[in-house]
T-cell receptor, first 112, second 112 residues
Framework: GIQVEQSPPDLILQEGANSTLRCNFS?????LQWFHQNPWGQLINLFY???GTKQNGRLSATTVATERYSLLYISSSQTTDSGVYFC??????????????FGKGTLLTVNP | SAVISQKPSRDICQRGTSLTIQCQVD?????MFWYRQQPGQSLTLIAT?????????ESGFVIDKFPISRPNLTFSTLTVSNMSPEDSSIYLC?????????FGPGTRLTVT
């Protein structure tokens, strides 16, 4: 099956710093999403981004589908950004079944 | 987006018993999924809950262990049967709207 690798596995920042999280995937995809899992376990949908670039406030994401990677940028980080960031992909299958394969995540800790 | 609720939010169960988890969505959706997140791990898809037909299970998951019901387009249940400590996990339901996948708050299960 498709492999999804996220880096770095852990990241510690001071409040106000910027960061870039990376997601590499081993095959073509129909769908790619970034999620934030907060310390209470809730998964929050950040971006649906199978290709191109999107921005939402301090967060932005870019997916280069032809090179099989996606980047999540966090600017001016805040303590509330702490948690695990997951990249999830739906392998290309000719149609959409929406079955997501998740990476192992990046654990982000933002210190005040 | 979609508003998803799950019951119970958490439970502690004895080995050998069964627990049924409910997932309710605030709108009718075609695609509904169940995922498992073992402690400190990423999410793994258990099955696709199909309305009006049998659920479709992923490799490593079987109907006898994880029976699923989908009586209508807004509701599904997942039962974890004959539980062992290895079943201690967060169980999450998800739905697809406008190509994006949204997750419920999860059910945190501890088996003793």
């Amino acid at each position: 099956g498709i492999q999804v690798e996220q880096s770095p596995p852990d990241l510690i920042l001071q409040e106000g710093a910027n960061s870039t999280l990376r997601c590499n995937f081993s095959d073509s995809v129909n769908n790619l999403q970034w999620f934030h899992q907060n310390p209470w376990g809730q998964l929050i949908n950040l971006f649906y981004i199978p290709s191109g670039t999107k921005q939402n406030g301090r967060l932005s994401a870019t997916t280069v589908a032809t090179e099989r990677y996606s980047l999540l940028y966090i600017s001016s980080s805040q303590t509330t950004d702490s948690g695990v960031y997951f990249c999830a992909v739906e392998p290309w299958s000719g149609g959409s079944n929406y079955k997501l394969t998740f990476g192992k995540g990046t654990l982000l800790t933002v210190n005040p | 987006s979609a508003v998803i609720s799950q019951k119970p939010s958490r439970d502690i169960c004895q080995r050998g018993t069964s627990l049924t988890i409910q997932c309710q969505v605030d709108s009718q959706v075609t695609m509904m999924f169940w995922y498992r997140q073992q402690p400190g791990q990423s999410l793994t898809l258990i099955a696709t809950a199909n309305q009006g037909s049998e659920a479709t299970y992923e490799s490593g998951f079987v109907i006898d262990k994880f029976p699923i019901s989908r009586p209508n387009l807004t509701f599904s249940t997942l039962t974890v049967s004959n539980m062992s400590p290895e079943d201690s996990s967060i169980y999450l339901c998800s739905v697809v709207t406008n190509y994006e996948q949204y997750f419920g708050p999860g059910t945190r299960l501890t088996v003793t």
